[in-house]
């Protein structure tokens, strides 16, 4: 087993055994402070037991239904407690990290075979790669966004357009918002973010990514030149890693920063177009993609093969950022 794998897997084995434990912590103070609900839960317990004996023993219908009838007056009871109480039966159970598959990292499928969870995949993604990429992921969110960075100033001169800094920004992010809202469907294209440094490019991938993860999705976050060495190094057997290859592939939501700092060659942009062009006609599930760019979409049909400029034009969403480098704002304030 990869080492990084057994790590985290240790990590959720631990995880999972305090929730259980802070569960149990609190369903004994409550029985301690009110003893007729451990007496509840113990009738209740022994009359479940009653009733699989009786289902395996003669299958009597009457017994069976007086059994039932039983057990479901004392949940009744059993309720009314905990309602003056304001408490409800989560009280009691683990609040796991991730309900989904209950802080193991794997869930059982409908044929009965297992597989990795989404939130074992994204710790997976984070501790391989994301964190050598991105070191704040967890810390831009849109509850961080803020326009106020922006001019309102319109200079067509400069921009070539009538619209605002200010103005655009706000139109990105409802394309922002638009494309978490329609992850799941096919007709929502991806999109590419172009302009220079510094307008908020990285931070909008990232509150995206934010909101996707939030939806039990995983999320790949990666730089052009690191994404197309690893992908070299993986296919001449140099990574002792897992298949970055496939992660890649068939990550929920592959970002790829920096598109245009690479060192350019025939087999990165090979490697590229398979990258670009496999996600968009993925078949076993939907996957989205952001890249994002300095290079203006003029400097990208000059820089990349006709095929990768194809695939991109047709099938995304292209934000322009423009205005003035919003970080020096940042550092004055």
Request: glycine share 2%.
């Amino acid at each position: 087993m990869d080492l990084v794998l057994k790590n985290i897997l240790i990590q959720y084995s631990k995880k999972k055994a305090n929730h259980e434990f802070e569960a149990e912590k609190r369903k004994q103070e409550i029985y301690n402070k009110y003893p007729k609900l451990q007496d509840l839960d113990k009738k209740i317990s022994s009359l479940a037991i009653s009733t699989t004996k009786a289902l395996i023993s003669n299958n009597d219908k009457n017994l069976l239904n007086e059994l039932n009838n039983n057990i479901e007056k004392l949940k009744e009871e059993k309720n009314k407690i905990l309602k003056s109480l304001n408490l409800d039966k989560s009280f009691f159970e683990p609040h796991y990290d991730c309900p989904i598959c209950k802080d193991t990292g794997y869930i059982t499928n409908e044929d009965y075979s297992t597989s990795m969870c989404n939130c074992l995949k994204q710790r997976l993604y984070d501790e391989q790669y994301n964190k050598a990429n991105i070191s704040n992921l967890d810390v831009q969110n849109f509850d961080k966004f803020t326009d106020l960075l922006y001019s309102d100033e319109i200079n067509e001169s400069k921009y070539h357009t009538n619209v605002s800094p200010r103005e655009n920004i706000n139109l990105i992010k409802d394309i922002c918002l638009k494309f978490i809202e329609n992850f799941d469907s096919k007709e929502q294209k991806n999109l590419l973010f172009t302009g220079n440094t510094g307008l908020g490019k990285t931070f909008l991938s990232s509150c995206i990514a934010n909101e996707i993860i939030k939806k039990g999705k995983n999320v790949l976050y990666q730089t052009s030149p690191v994404m197309l060495d690893s992908i070299i190094d993986y296919r001449f057997g140099k990574s002792n890693s897992i298949n970055i290859l496939d992660s890649i592939l068939s990550a929920d939501l592959l970002i790829i920063d920096d598109l245009g700092t690479e060192c350019i060659n025939n087999m990165k942009f090979a490697e590229l177009f398979n990258v670009i062009n496999t996600r968009l006609l993925n078949q076993n599930k939907i996957t989205k993609t952001i890249i994002s760019t300095n290079l203006s979409l003029k400097n990208l049909y000059t820089n990349y093969d006709e095929r990768i400029i194809s695939r991109i034009v047709g099938n995304y969403d292209i934000c322009y950022f423009y205005g003035d480098d919003i970080r020096f704002k940042i550092r004055n304030k």
